[in-house]
Every structure is written in structure tokens, then in C-alpha cells.
């Protein structure tokens, strides 16, 4: 059998109903019978997500599940919007263990510790079937905050012996409430996670078209996702000049959207950044950034065109495919940031979903917009990404 993998979408008048005959097409388009090894589910805040779940798992019964709300779905028929997206997986070749972390902001380090307490890598008998490739795929809550430190956290958890891609779950760019899914729960200040063992590596890629441009500079002044000084002046001066220069006067309406259009990257390491969205500015000058950028960070404000953004993603899926070796892809997992749907539109999204296509051929695609992306691979130490794109790709050996 090797690895198979399917995706539906949901159609019907309740979430229930939507999730219900998502899941029925997922599993008849993976020709099985009974259930998959594993469901991953992004379902828009438009639907009821419990009932949406509840729908999925009358279809897939106790298979693990895994997901998150989303700021727009897609999959290999087209771009999507307020729908519920299943994708089942089964392989012979892979085993999942899902897990989930409740409660991050009061205790990040418990909260790993739950979800990868059931974790089978080491374990004599993953060894033995030589499931010797480790990845976790998860979702967390981005309102939640803490992403680095999440990643951080569960590198040391698991003796830095897993490769970790995900994402941050999304509202429609409302920024209320963006829950991740673990069975039949939609949990907040949480995240879920999927621990896949393979006998063949998976693919990760995670890609941007954004490039430097001005000077380096230091932040001097932030808390969590919230930039107050950058070279010991108030940020939003410092965007104030970078605009004066290029003949902009930074007031009123124009404000976020230049923000946007010149987002900050974290120098983490001498020729790569990790980017920034920056999202509005705060009366006392301070700039809100889409997740945290930590005081004393080299930073440089980043520019892109929207052929560059829809560029990343067949980057993105090239590196993925890059790393399953003589494998072919059973189907693809994308997930990219809320900025990009933004800024090129459905249409720009259509043009990026081909790109994909063109790299991965005729398989399985699913994935959704959301609020970051989180990459940690042996070709990558990136960490937590905003304005980027992210492909896993799951070989079908």
C-alpha cells in the first residue's frame, strides 16, 4: 500500500453536515476501508468548529485528528473560503501519534511535556520496523504567543532528534480567537501536534520572496510581538524616515499599509532573516508585529513584489521534494500566511496552488492561510516565519 492521501471539502447547511461530507470524500477519494491512520482538518471561523469535528469523526471514527481554524483553505480543486478542508492519510510506512498541549501561557514547558508524552521514536519496536525518520507537525494557537519558545521547547523535549513544520491557525484576519483542533475539541492558548515516524525521510521546504532593504538595526526596546524602539528611537519614527526617504508621508490611512509592504526581518543568522509582519501602530509609537521580536535583535526592513510572494510556494515545495530523496510525493501539506492571501488576492493564491502543482505533479494538496509558519529541518534552523510558505511533502514509500 505504501502512502496514500486524499483531501475533501465540506458541503452542507451546519458545520456538523460540512465536516461530515468532507470527511466522506477524503476517505472515498483514499479507496480504503475503514479508517485512516491520520485526519488533518482546517475548518474557517464561518463554520462551528465542534460541530464541524464532530461531522469528521462520524465519518473517520477514532482515527487521530489534528488541525486548526484558518484565515482561508484551499486544496488540488482551487482556492476556498469559509469551508471545512479534511485531509486522511494511510500508510504502512508512516505511524502518527497525535498530542496536545493545553494551558501555554501559564505553563509552556507542561504543555510539551503532555503533548509528546506518548511520543514512540525511541521506542524498540519504531526502531525494529526502522521508523527511523522523526518529524512533528503541529498547530498552535498564535494568540497564545510564544512561538519561538514552543519550538524552542520541543527541540529540547524531544532531544533534538525530530525535524518540526507547522503552522499558526488563523480567524480571517479578525485576531479574536484562533483555536486548534485535537479530536473532537477546538482548544485556545493551546497547540496539537502529530508525531509521524517514517521509514523514509519526509519533506519539508519553507520558503519567501521578501529581500532587504535599508540598514541593519537593532531593536532596542520590545515586548513579545510589540516593537517599541528600534535604534533607541520610537519605531513607528523610524518607519517615518524610512518612508520620507523614498518621497512617502507616513499619516492616516496610508500607515498600515506601508507597514505591510515593509515588514521587519530578524537577522538570525548573516544572510537570512525571519520575518516579521508588522500589522498597526500604537498611539505611543510602538509598531505590533504579527509575533514576537525579542529586544535586541539585528533587524532590516524587507520589500517584495507580488510576483516574489507567489514564488515562494513552488520554492518552498522544490526544497520539500528536494528532501525525499528518489521518493515521489503520496501529497502535500501547505501552509502560508494571511499576509499573502492579502496582498495578491484569490486570484494570486490560484497562481501559487499551480506552482505547487507544476513541482509536485498530480497528488493530494490541502493546506491554509494563517497567522505563521513554523520550520525546523535539518537544510533549515528557521523557527517562527510570518510571510512565508511552508510544504510538507509525504512520500509515497
Known amino acids: 500500500m505504501a502512502t496514500r492521501m486524499a483531501t475533501g471539502v465540506g458541503k452542507g447547511e451546519t458545520g456538523f453536515e460540512c465536516g461530515r461530507s468532507a470527511a466522506y470524500s477524503a476517505l472515498d477519494e483514499l479507496g480504503i476501508s475503514g479508517s485512516p491512520d491520520l485526519a488533518i482538518v482546517f475548518a474557517s471561523p464561518q463554520q462551528c468548529h465542534e460541530k ?91 494568540l497564545a504567543g510564544g512561538g519561538e519558545a514552543l519550538i524552542h521547547e520541543l527541540m529540547m523535549r524531544t532531544a533534538l532528534q525530530y525535524e518540526l513544520a507547522g503552522g499558526a491557525a488563523g480567524d480571517d484576519a479578525q485576531f479574536k480567537s484562533t483555536p486548534v483542533f485535537y479530536q473532537e475539541e477546538a482548544l485556545t492558548d493551546a497547540f496539537v501536534c502529530a508525531e509521524i515516524l517514517c521509514t523514509t525521510p519526509l519533506g519539508i521546504g519553507i520558503s ?14 520590545s515586548d513579545g510581538a510589540v516593537v517599541k524602539e528600534i535604534n533607541g528611537r520610537p519605531a513607528l519614527e523610524v518607519y517615518r524616515d524610512f518612508a520620507r526617504e523614498r518621497g512617502v508621508t507616513l499619516e492616516g490611512e496610508n500607515v498600515v499599509p506601508f ?55 513552488g ?35 490560484a497562481k501559487e496552488l499551480q506552482r505547487i502543482q507544476d513541482a509536485a505533479g498530480p497528488v493530494a494538496l490541502a493546506g491554509c492561510h494563517g497567522y505563521g509558519q513554523l520550520g525546523r529541518s535539518h537544510a533549515a534552523f528557521t523557527g517562527l516565519m510570518s510571510a512565508s510558505a511552508l510544504v510538507v511533502a509525504f512520500p509515497n514509500a
Open 315 to 349: 520554492q518552498a515545495t522544490r526544497l520539500a521534494l528536494a528532501r525525499l530523496q528518489q521518493a515521489r510525493p503520496a501529497g502535500v501539506i501547505a501552509l502560508e500566511c494571511v499576509s499573502q492571501r492579502l496582498r495578491i488576492g484569490e486570484a494570486g493564491v
Open 208 to 221: 519567501h520572496g521578501w529581500s532587504p532593504i535599508g540598514p541593519t538595526m537593532r531593536v532596542t526596546r
Open 259 to 313: 507597514l505591510m509592504e515593509h515588514i521587519i526581518g530578524w537577522i538570525y543568522q548573516e544572510g537570512d532573516q525571519k520575518l516579521r509582519v508588522t500589522l498597526w501602530p500604537l498611539d505611543d509609537g510602538s509598531v505590533v508585529c504579527a509575533s514576537e521580536v525579542p529586544e535586541g535583535a539585528l533587524i532590516r526592513l524587507m520589500k517584495a513584489t507580488d510576483q516574489t510572494v507567489m514564488g515562494a510556494a
Open 52 to 142: 464541524a469535528l464532530k461531522g469528521v469523526r462520524s465519518v473517520t471514527g477514532n482515527a487521530p485528528l489534528i488541525g486548526c481554524s484558518s484565515a482561508g483553505e484551499f486544496t488540488e480543486e482551487g482556492v476556498l473560503s469559509g469551508s471545512v478542508v479534511v485531509t486522511t492519510i494511510s500508510s504502512d510506512r508512516m505511524r502518527f501519534t497525535v498530542g496536545c498541549g493545553r494551558g501555554l501561557k501559564q505553563d509552556l514547558s507542561r504543555a510539551v511535556g503532555d503533548a509528546v508524552s506518548s511520543f514512540q521514536g525511541a521506542s524498540p519496536e519504531s526502531l525494529k520496523a526502522g521508523l527511523v525518520h522523526r518529524a512533528i507537525l503541529l498547530f498552535t494557537d498564535p
